[in-house]
């Protein structure tokens, strides 16, 4: 949703006065709601239908939503990863009532398309990049500006109480969860870079992360003696891009508050573990971020159920930590 910002400003700057419609995951509409480029969001539940079958009748009513209008462009902008997730997707466009369908055609995908792009848009570049490539073919006006979020008004109010208190000390932000395991780096090494954080600037490290990142958050929380808050499974996702705005740095997992940290303009550090940088990094100007990461033969790695993840055991917390005081340093001169 974030990386799809760009693209997305793109098509509304190409189309002024045009009603836009957003189909998406639930969790990133919920983001999508402070955003002004859309007029109305389709809520789909990708993830939960995965978990739980019962959210079919949820899908087919969202279709039969869909079908009852008819657009000028119907537009795919993101990447197209199998031959199964072309064909969906392919089935899903064939329902749609579009005058122009407009994607990148890979693994078959372009036959369901009027426009098409080549099966390359997505190779060897950034994601943000390819999307709005894709945006530009569908009749979309680019600028300068990069990638951007938006949060609820409301969070302003309610969490400013809670960084008044700590104004005048670093604000660290640690994201040690990540939507797979093999993303996670482990949280004893986050704990240790935290502790040496707290030592040495009396910083307040903030501890991020969803509901299902609570048990970790806690762990590194418990082995840490002071100067920690532990909001993992507190902040909903229409507010974290507010409280990561107010932080001094953000420490993370190859993760969704990476991105929110790029288009907020916060340092950060993000390790890398299974996905190429060069296509899912931080998508902001490089003297707000640095990547740690090991040169592994196996990277990019798609296997979901890895159990011995090299590329994130090989990290030490003696480079994270040099690369969290090199950002912070460097902040300090600005």
Not at 102 to 122: C, E, K
Not at 213 to 236: E, F, H, K, N, Y
Not at 284 to 297: A, G
Request: aromatic share 8%; proline share 7%; with cysteine.
């Amino acid at each position: 949703m974030i990386l799809a910002s760009k693209a997305m400003r793109s098509i509304r700057r190409g189309y002024p006065q045009s009603e836009i419609h957003l189909l998406t995951s639930t969790e990133a509409g919920s983001l999508a709601q402070s955003f002004p480029y859309i007029n109305r969001i389709y809520f789909f539940p990708i993830r939960e239908l995965r978990r739980n079958k019962v959210f079919i009748l949820r899908t087919v009513s969202i279709l039969f939503q869909l079908r009852k209008t008819i657009y000028g462009i119907a537009v795919n902008l993101y990447r197209v990863g199998s031959y199964l997730g072309a064909m969906k997707m392919g089935g899903f466009f064939s329902l749609l009532k579009a005058g122009k369908k407009i994607g990148h055609d890979r693994y078959g995908f372009g036959r369901f398309l009027d426009v098409s792009l080549p099966a390359s848009t997505f190779e060897g570049r950034h994601v943000a990049d390819a999307m709005q490539e894709i945006a530009i073919k569908a009749g979309g006006i680019p600028d300068d500006r990069g990638i951007e979020v938006y949060w609820n008004p409301e969070a302003e109010t309610k969490w400013r109480s809670f960084f008044d208190p700590i104004a005048g000390k670093i604000a660290i932000g640690i994201n040690p969860g990540g939507d797979r395991a093999n993303r996670r780096w482990a949280p004893d090494r986050f704990a240790a870079v935290a502790a040496r954080l707290v030592e040495r600037f009396n910083a307040r490290i903030i501890l991020l992360g969803g509901p299902g990142d609570r048990d970790i958050a806690s762990s590194i929380a418990q082995a840490i003696p002071s100067g920690v808050s532990d909001l993992s499974g507190t902040i909903p996702l229409d507010e974290l891009p507010y409280v990561i705005s107010r932080l001094d740095l953000l420490l993370t997992n190859d993760s969704g508050p990476m991105h929110i940290a790029g288009a907020t303009k916060t340092p950060l550090v993000a390790l890398f573990g299974p996905e190429d940088p060069r296509l899912f990094g931080p998508y902001t100007t490089p003297d707000l971020y640095r990547i740690v990461m090991k040169d592994v033969p196996c990277r990019p790695c798609g296997d979901k159920k890895c159990m011995h993840p090299i590329c994130l055991d090989q990290i030490h917390p003696e480079e994270v930590l040099a690369a969290c005081l090199e950002m912070l340093q460097q902040q300090s001169l600005r």
